[in-house]
């Protein structure tokens, strides 16, 4: 098998339905599977995958952790594809996106077309804002040519070889922490981090009406930066800057 899809799913059905299906109505599945990793507890989506899945779709329960990295990694545990592209549960994807083979063991990641279908957020620059690290870069209104090099793209869209997956660190839990960290390790690991023009993709962000399924707790967003600078050997004192130095030392007293 060539493609595993796969995405991660917290009580959000509807989303999962529509994004599942518009991957099954407008894209070549000959040599894909799509693996959903449910972190919630649905049995509406599990009967909906066993029942109308006609054997593309895979439903995996995983509760014992609640987290969106958690979630994701296990995507690769199950992956039966040689490539796995991990999206979120709110996302549209341009035909022919998966229509190439990765090269080598890197990360591939994609042009986000915005709601105007008119223009793209192509990359994040790595700079700290709004308790992130990480800010849009410009704007663009063409796409270049070929695949080019970049810090970080949103962690909702990436693909890579299964074999080469680097993995989330173990202890992250709930949301945040994720991009940024995740392109760090693949660096720090000898790799690189590009952008494919041909992978254009669209998501619904949670300031378009949408709300985060996710419980969004402050205290975890810090915890996984923490865990992910340290592995990384990164200098934590960013984090401090950005939060606070009650908040951090809250948050990291709660680690392990």
């Not at 549960?89 to 986000?112: A, C, E, N, R, Y």
């Not at 934590?236 to 709660?254: C, R």
Request: glycine share 8%.
């Amino acid at each position: 098998m060539k493609w595993t899809i796969g995405m991660p799913s917290f009580n959000n059905f509807t989303e999962v339905y529509f994004t599942v299906q518009s991957i099954r109505m407008y894209h070549n599945l000959e040599d894909y599977e799509i693996v959903i990793i449910d972190n919630f507890g649905d049995d509406c989506l599990k009967q909906f995958c066993q029942q109308s899945g006609n054997g593309i779709l895979k439903y995996y329960r995983y509760t014992d952790i609640s987290g969106v990295s958690y979630a994701k990694n296990k995507i690769f545990e199950v992956a039966k594809g040689d490539y796995v592209l991990v999206i979120d549960s709110h996302i549209l994807m341009k035909p022919g996106v998966l229509d190439f083979t990765p090269p080598g063991d890197d990360m591939i990641q994609g042009p986000l077309l915005r709601a105007d279908n008119e223009s793209y957020m192509c990359e994040w620059l790595p700079q700290w804002r709004s308790k992130m690290w990480g800010i849009w870069a410009p704007v663009r209104k063409e796409l270049p040519t070929a695949p080019w090099e970049i810090w970080a793209m949103g962690a909702g869209f990436f693909a890579c070889k299964r074999t080469s997956w680097l993995g989330f660190n173990k202890n992250f839990k709930g949301f945040g922490g994720e991009t940024g960290y995740i392109q760090e390790k693949y660096r720090k690991a000898g790799r690189k981090v590009w952008c494919y023009p041909n992978m254009v993709w669209m998501h619904l962000f949670y300031n378009q009406g949408r709300k985060i399924p996710y419980r969004l707790d402050q205290n975890d967003r810090i915890r996984n930066y923490l865990y992910g600078f340290e592995e990384l050997g990164l200098d934590t004192e960013p984090i401090y800057k950005e939060f606070g130095m009650n908040l951090v030392k809250t948050a990291k007293a709660s680690m392990r």
